[in-house]
Every structure is written in structure tokens, then in C-alpha cells.
């Protein structure tokens, strides 16, 4: 159990497009989800916190209006990268922690590349 | 913010060594959580401590957390290649990453 999914795994766009980014949690409802991006050999930055049904809360120095984020179901977020720039490109990953509890549970990745 | 620090960052041995890895800070958690990671792939969890003292063993992995719920560590006994990755502790608290310990385990 504790499944989540990423959708694209890897995605390759042109720079001043937007890119959306799928997690899913397969098979438990999760009131929060989390959001990181991680830079060749470093660990992972926590981007925001997506909440179900309200505002994400983004973290210093993290573009709200650049990263969007919606958590519209509690099984489903989405980050959509506007106006992508190549210092974009990166590995994002999303996790999600099942409701009443506090494990989180990772998503394989999103791999992308602004060119 | 919380601030983990691990340490090493890096380590490379031979297999059947033993080694200890170290997640510290300056915070109390509520609880700590390690993950291993490899290469394209997200984050997979290992473990989460709770109690001050606490001792948790997976295998050949034994997990500390300090009495003062402040540091954790991970000690591996007879490592082999498979456990080649990055160690990653997290505070449950701000769900914040240590920088990670890269470990290479040589056959």
C-alpha cells in the first residue's frame, strides 16, 4: 500500500512554455502533499506544502505565481512550472502522507529539462 | 526551520565493512525519518523514531534516536552493494531533508 504516482516521468519542453506535473496517491486519500526539487548530487528542497482544498504554502524564496500549485482532490496534485527557464531544469518530486497519519510517501520523480 | 546536518557526506567502502552515518541538530523532533535513494528515483522511507532512545533494527540497519530527540544514526552492518544510495534523514515536524550521506558500497 502507500503508492504514489508521478506523471510525465521525464519531460523535455522549450524555454517560456509551462509544464504540468501530475502526483497521485493510488490507494489512500491524502489531505497534504509535498513538493521538492532536488539538484544533481544534493538533497531535496522542500518547495511547498499543497493542502486539499486551500492555498499551498510555498516556501522562502519559491515563486508562488511561477510554481502553481492545486490540490483539488485528495488524492491528486498538480504543479505547473510557467514560463520555464533552463535554471528550471531539475528533479521534482512530490510525496504524500495518508490522512491521520505522518509517514510520507514518495512519488518516483519528474525529470525535467528546459531547453 | 529545523537544520539536519548528516555526516559523512560521502563514503565509500568495501563490502562486508561496517559503517555509521549521522543525522544531527540543534532541535528537538517529534520524530525522525530515514530514506534511501537511488539514482532517478524518488525517496524510499526505511524508518521513523519516536521515542528518545529509541532502537529500531531492519536487517543489517540499526537506527538510534538520541535521548534528547535531537540526533539519529544509521548503522549498517557487513554492508554489501545493494546498499549503495543516499541517506537521507528528515524531520517529521517540517518534513526538511539533511543534505544526505552519498554512500558507495564497492564489491
Avoid at chain 1, 504516482?5 to 523535455?12: L, M
Wanted: hydrophobic share 35%; with cysteine.
Amino acid at each position: 500500500g502507500a503508492v504514489v504516482s508521478q506523471h510525465p516521468s521525464r519531460v523535455i519542453c522549450k524555454s517560456g512554455t509551462s509544464v504540468k506535473i501530475e502526483c497521485r496517491s493510488l490507494d489512500f486519500q491524502a489531505t497534504t502533499m509535498f513538493w521538492y526539487r532536488q539538484f544533481p548530487k544534493q538533497s531535496l528542497m522542500l518547495m511547498a506544502t499543497s493542502n486539499e482544498g486551500s492555498k499551498a504554502t510555498y516556501e522562502q524564496g519559491v515563486e508562488k505565481d511561477k510554481f502553481l500549485i492545486n490540490h483539488a482532490s485528495l488524492t491528486l496534485s498538480t504543479l505547473t512550472v510557467t514560463s520555464a527557464h533552463p535554471e528550471d531544469s531539475s528533479f521534482y518530486i512530490c510525496s504524500a502522507i495518508p490522512g491521520g497519519g505522518y509517514e510520507q510517501y514518495f512519488g518516483p520523480g519528474t525529470r525535467l529539462t528546459v531547453t | 526551520t529545523q537544520l539536519l546536518e548528516q555526516s559523512p557526506q560521502f563514503l565509500s567502502i568495501q563490502e562486508g565493512e561496517n559503517l555509521t552515518v549521522y543525522c544531527n541538530s540543534s532541535s528537538v523532533f517529534s520524530s525522525l525519518q530515514w530514506y534511501r535513494q537511488e539514482p532517478g528515483e524518488g525517496p524510499v522511507l526505511l524508518v521513523t523514531v519516536v521515542t528518545g532512545g529509541e532502537v529500531k533494527k531492519l536487517k543489517r540497519l540499526t537506527f538510534q534516536f538520541g535521548d534528547a530527540r535531537k540526533d539519529s544514526s544509521l548503522h549498517i552492518t557487513a554492508a554489501q552493494p545493494g546498499d549503495t544510495g543516499l541517506y537521507l534523514c528528515a524531520g517529521v515536524d517540517d518534513m526538511r531533508f539533511g543534505a544526505g550521506t552519498r554512500l558507495t558500497v564497492k564489491p
